[in-house]
């Protein structure tokens, strides 16, 4: 059986074999008025939290981001924190990967370090799926506590593994989970899914079992 690698919003953290993402919606919006209504012209910001690659040495944002304006540099036992200049990063929104150059006043390896990512992500949400194993399956999508359909609810390039929305997903309110399998295990990028919770569990255990009988092949 793969290991289940959970990148999940909000409050939950985890110690991850290969990848690590968590995102959240910003303090702006946390503090916004629940009955407001969302403006579909209006950026979303967001951030992420991730952490390098050990496979392959990369970091990968998975949700897009049409610019990102702060990138700092987190130590994940002591906590130290180290606030890159634009000039140290550079981002690929095609692959969502981040290459960062570390100045000379931070004592760590980038390997040691997580970061911390802030900027307007796309509207509707877009994701690149990180590591994919295509061989292992096609990979789970559910909006709103329901399984999506690809061509109504989202399309994929496979060549890209690019999921793009059709629907309006906000990524900082809206419950979403994607799954998908990667030689290290499967992995599950997801915001807002406890209103759904047992729904989401439904579909990703049969999702999952797919996965894992293509694998036995």
Same mark, same amino acid.
């Given at each position: 059986?793969?290991?289940k690698?959970?990148?999940?919003? $909000?409050?939950?953290? /985890? =110690? ?5 993402? +968590?995102?959240? &919606? %910003? ?5 916004? @008025? ?12 967001t951030?992420?939290?991730?952490s ?34 634009p000039?140290? $990063?550079?981002?690929? /929104? =095609?692959?969502?990967?981040l290459?960062? +150059?570390?100045? &000379? %006043? ?5 390997? @040691? ?8 992500a ?58 998908w399998?990667? &030689? ?16 989401y ?17």
């Open positions: 059986m793969s290991e690698i959970i990148l999940k919003f $909000f409050l939950i953290s /985890a =110690a991850l074999f290969a990848l690590t993402f +968590s995102s959240c &919606k %910003s303090t702006a919006q946390e503090a916004q @008025d629940v009955e407001e209504v969302y403006d579909s012209q209006a950026p979303v910001v951030y992420v939290n991730t390098v690659n050990k496979a392959d040495g990369k970091i990968s944002t998975i949700l897009l981001f049409n610019s990102i304006t702060e990138v700092v540099a987190i130590h994940p036992i002591n906590r130290s924190r180290y606030n890159l200049e000039g140290e $990063f550079k981002y690929n /929104a =095609a692959t969502t990967e290459s960062v +150059s570390l100045p &000379k %006043s931070v004592p760590y390896k980038i390997n @040691d370090l997580a970061f911390h990512i802030v900027g307007e796309a509207f509707p949400g877009v994701f690149v799926l990180a590591g994919i194993d295509s061989l292992r399956g096609e990979p789970g999508v559910f909006f709103e506590g329901k399984e999506a359909q690809e061509g109504k609810d989202y399309s994929y390039d496979k060549e890209s593994v690019r999921i793009s929305s059709l629907v309006p997903l906000n990524v900082d309110k809206d419950s979403f989970e994607i799954c399998a990667t &030689k290290n295990g499967v992995v599950t990028f997801s915001n807002n899914t406890q209103k759904y919770k047992d729904a569990n439904k579909f990703y255990n049969n999702w999952s079992r797919s996965i894992h009988l293509r694998g036995s092949n």
